[in-house]
Every structure is written in C-alpha cells, then in structure tokens.
C-alpha cells in the first residue's frame, strides 16, 4: 500500500469516527413500542403513528393517562404502567416532537 493511499485511508477512517452524525439508538424502553407502532413509529392497521405527532410532554400526559385507566385503549394501559417515571421520559424524547 503507497503512503498516499495509506493517508487518504487513515484520514477518512478519522473522519468517520468523529463525525457526530452517526446514528443514535432508540432507549431500550422504546423496543415495546417498536413491535405495534413499526420500527419507524409511524403505526399501520389502524394502530397510530408515535413518532414526532405529539409534543414530548403531551407524550409524557398521554402515556400517564393510559397508566391511570383514564385514556382507553386496547393494551396501552398494561403496557404504560410497566414503564418508570425516567422510562416515560426518555420514550418521550425519543418519540416527541423536538
């Protein structure tokens, strides 16, 4: 391998590894979601779209009104109440509008 090549290989290594625009991985709260909203949170069969519809703190109400039994659903409730306070927190700002 020339030097050229070897430089031209080392800088764009460096590059890629300090760029920050490398992708960021959903909490691990989020894989509960995942399985009914779709991988990219945009629902499908009549289950609805989580990704950026609501602000992060109407997520955070709505996810506690499933948890009180105050908003209907089909298996919200169950689902919400397993998560913590931090839990509902970080789903929200992964799937809240920024």
């Not at 945009?42 to 948890?67: C, E, H, W, Y």
């Given at each position: 391998?020339?030097?050229?090549?070897r430089?031209?290989s080392?800088?764009?290594?460096?590059?890629?590894?300090?760029?920050?625009?490398?992708?960021?991985m959903?909490p691990v709260?989020?894989n509960?979601?995942?399985?009914?909203?779709?991988?990219?949170?945009?629902?499908?069969?009549?289950?609805?779209?989580?990704?950026?519809?609501?602000?992060?703190a109407?997520?955070t109400?709505?996810?506690?009104?499933?948890?009180?039994?105050?908003?209907?659903?089909?298996?919200?409730?169950?689902?919400?109440?397993g998560?913590?306070?931090?839990?509902?927190?970080?789903?929200a700002?992964?799937?809240?509008?920024?």
């Amino acid at each position: 391998m020339t030097t050229r090549l070897r430089m031209v290989s080392l800088g764009l290594a460096t590059a890629w590894f300090a760029s920050p625009a490398q992708a960021q991985m959903p909490p691990v709260a989020a894989n509960g979601c995942l399985g009914c909203h779709g991988v990219d949170g945009q629902g499908a069969n009549g289950i609805p779209a989580i990704m950026r519809v609501q602000s992060k703190a109407d997520f955070t109400a709505t996810m506690k009104l499933f948890a009180e039994n105050k908003k209907p659903g089909t298996i919200m409730g169950r689902i919400s109440r397993g998560y913590t306070d931090q839990d509902i927190a970080e789903l929200a700002a992964w799937f809240g509008k920024p």
